[in-house]
């Protein structure tokens, strides 16, 4: 992941907010705002090492009960502009009892759910967040399994939106000692799984893309939906778009073009 130390960084979703933390203390911002979805109550429960009073004492604005799916949450940055925001890995939590889980997924399951978590993220940051004098840039870093890289980032997840797909970086957490990749709602860290960020920006004339890379599913004779190819022969593919890994994709992407319909967000 590449940040400008001249850039204005907005970070959501930190759940124990180590990763702003990191940024504070090794890449040094020209402006850092950090933001979790939980109140600090159960921040200080939830992680018994959190970084929440860290920040405090380096001076960095700390906004809790930040939900990047309530415009509400957005305009308590009243009239601060950043050069890009971040979103590290982020998971809708497990709903807890069968009639949460019905009661939440009526518009699709879990996938769509995450889709539309992300949705929302970019469309409320370029709204609310993004300088439009500045390089207007959303990251989104996720694990290289499933089930997040069947969200289909690169995909259709801006569908709708002025957000463009510019690329994709690997995430070196080495380059931001002391962060630590939360399990959500657990106190636990995950092992250091292969993490890629995509880029998102209104812009498409970008600095940035010099340091991205697109990935070769996304082209010919591929299937950018399952991230297979290239495929050698007609049979191959053939073959492919029958199996169940497939369908299976399909169906998703059916669940998420319904959901984008039912919002009115096409």
């Known amino acids: ?84 925001v971040i979103f590290q890995f982020p998971l809708i ?21 995450n889709r539309a978590l992300l949705h929302r993220y970019l469309d409320y940051a370029s709204q609310f967040a993004l300088d439009k004098n500045g390089p207007m840039l959303c990251y989104i870093t996720s694990k290289d399994v499933k089930p997040y890289r069947e969200w289909n980032i690169e995909g259709s997840l801006n569908q709708g939106l002025n957000c463009h797909y510019l690329g994709q970086m690997p995430f070196d957490i080495n380059l931001f000692p002391g962060y630590k990749i939360r399990n959500v709602d657990r106190d636990k860290h995950v092992k ?14 970008n600095n940035i893309t010099a340091k991205l890379t697109l990935p070769a599913y996304l082209g010919d004779k591929h299937c950018a939906l399952c991230r297979v190819g290239p495929y050698m022969a007609q049979e191959d593919e053939n073959k ?8 299976q994709m399909e169906k998703f992407e059916q669940d998420w073009q319904a959901w984008l319909a039912q919002n009115n967000e096409e």
Do not use: C
Request: no cysteine; net charge neutral; aromatic share 10%.
């Open 1 to 84: 992941m590449f940040l400008d130390p001249s850039w204005r960084i907005l970070t959501v979703g930190d759940g124990d907010l180590s990763f702003s933390h990191a940024i504070a203390r090794h890449i040094k911002p020209t402006k850092l705002v950090a933001s979790t979805y939980d109140d600090a109550n159960t921040i200080e429960q939830k992680y018994a090492n959190n970084a929440l009073s860290a920040l405090q004492q380096l001076n960095v604005t700390t906004l809790t009960e930040f939900d990047v799916t309530k415009p509400d949450s957005w305009l308590r940055l009243v009239d601060a502009r950043f050069d890009v």
């Open 93 to 113: 939590p497990a709903f807890k009892g069968e009639a949460a889980f019905k009661a939440n997924t009526q518009q699709g399951g879990m996938n769509v759910l």
């Open 192 to 205: 250091d799984t292969s993490g890629i960020t995509y880029v998102f920006s209104e812009k498409t004339d």
């Open 240 to 247: 492919h778009l029958l199996s169940k890994k497939h369908k």
